[in-house]
């Protein structure tokens, strides 16, 4: 891919709080999600270089469901991670605390099936799911 798709969320927590919350699986099925009409309600995660992620989302109405996963390329532990999805695609996230906050970037290639504009906005709902759900537990 010649360029990445990025978002960013600035998390009023600590960045081990944040690695935890985004990497465990308890944690994961409570934020992945990009709309409250949608759920996740398995996740699992094997966090090591060729370890894999899967995370079941699906409509609360059960019309539609999707699994997505990938695979652990790079991990530096509580600072960033990438992956790389069956269809090639990859994704990193980085973790940078500053003063009790932690500042997350998600970039990823995008696919071709949506519009660019419509996979940012739904990854950055899921990553404003994500801070909603850090900050408040």
């Known amino acids: 891919m010649s360029h990445k798709i990025t978002v960013s969320a600035t998390i009023n927590?600590?960045?081990?709080?944040?690695?935890?919350?985004?990497?465990?699986?308890?944690?994961?099925?409570?934020?992945?999600?990009?709309?409250?009409?949608?759920?996740?309600?398995?996740?699992?995660?094997?966090?090591?270089?060729?370890?894999?992620?899967?995370?079941?989302?699906?409509?609360?109405?059960?019309?539609?469901?999707?699994?997505?996963?990938?695979?652990?390329?790079?991990?530096?532990?509580?600072?960033?991670?990438?992956?790389?999805?069956?269809?090639?695609r990859q994704l990193q996230v980085d973790f940078k605390e500053n003063n009790g906050q932690t500042h997350v970037d998600v970039a990823f290639d995008p696919e071709n099936q949506n519009p660019e504009e419509m996979q940012k906005g739904g990854w950055q709902a899921i990553l404003d799911n994500f801070k909603k759900y850090t900050e408040s537990n």
């Open 13 to 88: 927590a600590d960045a081990k709080k944040v690695w935890n919350y985004y990497t465990n699986p308890d944690h994961i099925t409570q934020w992945n999600f990009a709309d409250p009409s949608w759920q996740c309600p398995s996740a699992s995660n094997d966090i090591k270089v060729g370890g894999k992620y899967a995370a079941r989302m699906e409509a609360k109405d059960g019309s539609f469901g999707f699994d997505f996963e990938a695979v652990y390329d790079e991990i530096k532990d509580g600072e960033n991670f990438t992956y790389t999805m069956p269809d090639g």
